[in-house]
């Protein structure tokens, strides 16, 4: 399959590369989402800008005790990260993990932040450990905290000249991600990711619903004392999971209740 | 845009469109015919290559972004068809263990297994199978390109 006519544009730097972005212009990190999109012409794009060399967000370091992992950081760069596996595990063992060893040699877990699939873990797992996204657009840079990205069904708050330069991951006690799959390296049929830290355990959802699901009945009631086994019955409260071949929308709440078990019984003591 | 790469260790360059595909340059203009194109939507692994020494998936990278690397394709790995002491030993491998039917998916599992013999020189089973998950057999079931992989390991390892 041949996508329709771009333009093609690999900036120097990140000053250059919020130049050129705007209206009709897409942002290229791995393409690993993109690229396949444009091939089926479910999307469209007059020019691209590949930022997928720009060493200034191909960096990883601890900032005051969050994690900044640079925007072209690929999955595969980050499971070898020693400070990725010595801060955030939860995120190493995904870039190890997710997909097949080729996406993950091209994929960024920030390029899937902003492809916003409620279906895909980096999603998920961004939403649980509290992460932001620092933004740089023509009006300046801003973090945007994971919880206010996504806005819907592969969309999110951000405009079409934000560039997001990097993924910030608050300090954390524990976190983990389960996923059930029907083969392991296909999207997750449902997932979970339980994080411990500071404020108690938060809990998000991947392919239960539009976008990746806070699961804050089940974070409720463990600040109220019930048991993790007892927290989990409640991780489908809410949720409106997809109806399809890979599954009923009742096997799914089912197994968000599973593999909310199984990532609490991780991170509980 | 023009664009230089190596290929197989020789230079090319040349002016293509954006949106030409990597599988696309190797296949049609120069004329790279191991690399398959199977599922083109990025799942099946037939187009595998090695980018800069990692496997990529050349039907979901564009030829532009390649421009100034280094790919190596499955030729790579071929030698004299009648004189199988000059392939690769992953080739030599997967013919002794009949790890081929049809043939479609070989040269994007012997790049994939390439890739994965270069970080880990003495995968186990497990990380074979793990290792070759980009890559789909509709043949073989998968049993005799494990052990074609992890033979070749041995041979490769022993090699001086
Ligand atoms: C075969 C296959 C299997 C997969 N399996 C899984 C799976 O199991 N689980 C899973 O979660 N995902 C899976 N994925 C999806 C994968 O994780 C992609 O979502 C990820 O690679 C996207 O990152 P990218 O760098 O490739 O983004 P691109 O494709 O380059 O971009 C994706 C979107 O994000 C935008 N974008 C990218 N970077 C930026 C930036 N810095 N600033 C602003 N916008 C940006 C682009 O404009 C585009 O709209 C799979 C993909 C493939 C091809
Ligand atoms: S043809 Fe590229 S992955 Fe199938
Ligand atoms: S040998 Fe036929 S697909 Fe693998």
Redesign the pocket.
């Known amino acids: 399959m041949i996508p329709a006519r771009f333009d093609y544009l690999r900036p120097d730097g990140v000053d250059e590369a919020v130049a050129l972005l705007g209206p009709g212009t ?12 444009l091939k089926l012409r479910q ?1 469209t794009a007059a020019r691209l800008v590949d ?2 060399r720009l060493a200034a ?1 191909r960096t990883v370091e601890l900032d005051a005790g969050v994690l900044v992992i640079g ?2 950081v ?2 595969a760069e980050l499971a070898a990260h020693p400070l990725v596996r010595r801060h955030c595990p939860v995120l190493a063992r995904l870039g190890g993990r ?3 060893p080729q ?1 993950r040699h ?7 932040l ?2 916003a ?1 409620p ?5 998920a797992i961004a939403l649980a450990l509290g992460v932001e996204v620092a ?1 740089r657009s023509a009006a300046g840079s801003r973090t945007v905290p994971a919880g206010a990205l996504f806005t819907g069904r592969r969309e999110t708050s ?1 405009r079409a000249g ?4 990097a993924i910030r991951v608050p300090a954390h006690d524990a976190a983990w991600y389960e996923k059930f ?1 029907r083969v392991s ?4 049929i449902a997932g979970a990711c339980a994080v411990r830290g500071p404020s108690g355990v938060r809990v998000a959802l ?1 392919n239960v619903a539009a976008t990746p699901w806070r699961a804050t009945g089940v974070e409720g009631a463990l600040r109220d004392g019930a048991t993790p086994a007892e927290a989990a019955a409640l991780a489908a409260d809410g949720t409106d999971p997809p109806d399809d071949v890979h599954g009923p929308a009742a096997y799914r709440r089912h197994l968000a209740r599973v593999v909310t078990g199984r990532a609490l019984a991780r991170v509980t003591p | 845009m023009k664009i230089s790469l190596i290929v197989n260790g020789t230079l090319w360059q040349g002016d293509v469109e954006p949106r030409l595909l990597l599988a696309h340059l190797l296949r049609e203009r120069l004329r790279l015919t191991a690399t398959r194109i199977g599922c083109d939507t ?2 099946c692994g037939a187009c595998t290559v090695l980018l800069d020494g990692r496997t990529v ?1 050349s039907c ?1 990278v564009l030829a532009v972004q390649a421009d100034g690397g280094s790919v190596t394709t499955a030729e790579s790995l071929a030698g004299d068809p009648d004189d199988p002491a000059t392939w690769h030993p992953l080739a030599r491998a997967f013919r002794a263990h009949h790890a081929l039917q049809c043939g479609f998916c070989t040269s994007g599992m012997l790049v994939a297994a390439a890739g994965l013999l270069a970080g880990d020189p003495d995968p186990d089973e497990d990380a074979v199978r793990h290792g070759l998950e ?1 890559n789909i057999c509709r043949c073989t079931g998968y049993g005799r390109i494990v052990d074609a992989v992890t033979g070749a390991a041995a041979e490769m390892r022993s090699a001086p």
Not at chain 1, 119 to 123: F, I, K, L, T, V
Not at chain 1, 162 to 165: G, M, Y
Not at chain 1, 185 to 188: P, R, T, Y
């Open positions: 897409r942002v290229l990190a791995g393409g690993h989402s993109l690229i396949p999109a999307t930022v997928g967000l925007a072209a690929t999955y997710v997909a097949d996406v091209r994929g960024t877990p920030a390029g899937a902003a492809h699939d279906a895909g873990d980096a999603p933004v951000l934000d560039l997001v330069t799959t390296h296909m999207w997750a991947a | 990025s799942f998936k979901t980009g």
